[in-house]
């Protein structure tokens, strides 16, 4: 039994290791964890921040009603009512601080399917960001053993390892140079703490550049670069502005991760002013350019002249290379994030 307790451990810290999708990893973690109890039904599902519902990565075992029951918020409420937490990761039915049958998932849904006891396992990230749950639920009551549970109970970090959604786009981060602050952006546009990195004051809740770096990823482009104005940035080196980096997160369950952001310094601009950058921006964007004008305030003549200027520093004199050039390098500013003097005098 010792022997193959170590080598579940083992095989456990191999998958979380392994590379491949949240959902290949999380089908892969069911077979050690059988041979230490042997679950007839199972469910392993990550929290969406966005909804606070439970998103399964893998399920078997229950007809429809119950997994439309394990999908509600009730879900959420009933696992912080059982106490499962980092100092006790891991319970069983037997072990639930409130007699089971005032917990009604159990009563109503698990019992009456024939499940007789169950192991819950709360999953959480090193910096105690609550993750989501693994269910295995068993026929008998002689399953799970005390030493199996808590076995599985000092595992879950590894799994939790494993399933966290944020791992590749924070391996991804990390490899941008001068990174100093970012965040995970999910699809309803709250940031979650991206492992290795600090957040950033650009990256609080509503602000602007959140909605921008949505739009950047929309259509399933999976890096983009740009500059965003920086109140606190030092306006000496770059006019207080930083380097933003959006990388796109893979449409794969979880499916409510949008892109990791990241903020670092503005870097080399080629002699770009404030202005011409703005105007790279809206014609990325694909504005026509008498939007362009008219959100400068500025006359068709006077934008021509930043456009050819623009080009100038980017070493061409062709409009269409300058653009592909200024999105290649990051090297404009995108709608929505600045507000233009023509559009400050008119305030």
Not at 86 to 101: E, G, K, S
Not at 120 to 145: E, K
Not at 286 to 304: I, M, N, T
Request: neutral net charge; glycine residues 10%; proline residues 8%.
């Amino acid at each position: 039994m010792a022997q193959d307790t170590l080598g579940v451990a083992f095989e456990v810290a191999r998958i979380a290791a392994s590379r491949g999708s949240v959902a290949q990893r999380a089908q892969a973690l069911l077979e050690p964890l059988h041979r230490l109890v042997p679950f007839e039904g199972h469910w392993l599902a990550l929290l969406d921040p966005d909804v606070q519902t439970f998103a399964p990565l893998a399920i078997a075992g229950h007809d429809e009603r119950s997994r439309r029951r394990l999908e509600k918020p009730e879900i959420v409420a009933e696992v912080e009512l059982l106490g499962v937490d980092r100092r006790r990761p891991a319970i069983c039915v037997r072990d639930f601080p409130v007699p089971p049958q005032e917990v009604v998932t159990w009563a109503d849904y698990m019992w009456p399917a024939g499940y007789r006891e169950s192991l819950g396992v709360g999953l959480y990230t090193p910096d105690d960001r609550f993750l989501g749950i693994l269910g295995l639920h068993t026929d008998t009551p002689a399953h799970p053993t005390d030493a199996a549970r808590d076995l599985i109970g000092l595992l879950a970090p590894t799994i939790a390892a494993a399933l966290d959604p944020t791992r590749t786009p924070a391996a991804a981060a990390r490899a941008v140079r001068g990174a100093h602050g970012g965040g995970v952006l999910t699809r309803a546009g709250a940031v979650l703490p991206l492992t290795g990195l600090p957040g950033h004051p650009l990256l609080g809740p509503g602000a602007a550049l959140l909605a921008v770096a949505a739009r950047q990823v929309a259509d399933g482009t999976q890096y983009a670069a740009f500059l965003c104005p920086d109140p606190s940035a030092d306006a000496r080196n770059g006019s207080g502005l930083r380097r933003v980096t959006v990388l796109g997160c893979a449409e794969e369950p979880p499916q409510f991760l949008c892109a990791a952001l990241v903020v670092s310094e503005a870097g080399p601009r080629r002699g770009l002013t404030d202005i011409e950058l703005e105007v790279l921006g809206m014609l990325l964007a694909e504005w026509p350019d008498a939007r362009v004008a008219a959100a400068l305030g500025a006359s068709r003549y006077q934008l021509a002249d930043h456009i050819d200027r623009a080009a100038a520093r980017l070493g061409t004199a062709d409009r269409g290379v300058a653009m592909v050039r200024a999105f290649n390098q990051g090297l404009y500013i995108p709608p929505g994030l600045y507000i233009s003097p023509g559009l400050r005098a008119r305030a």
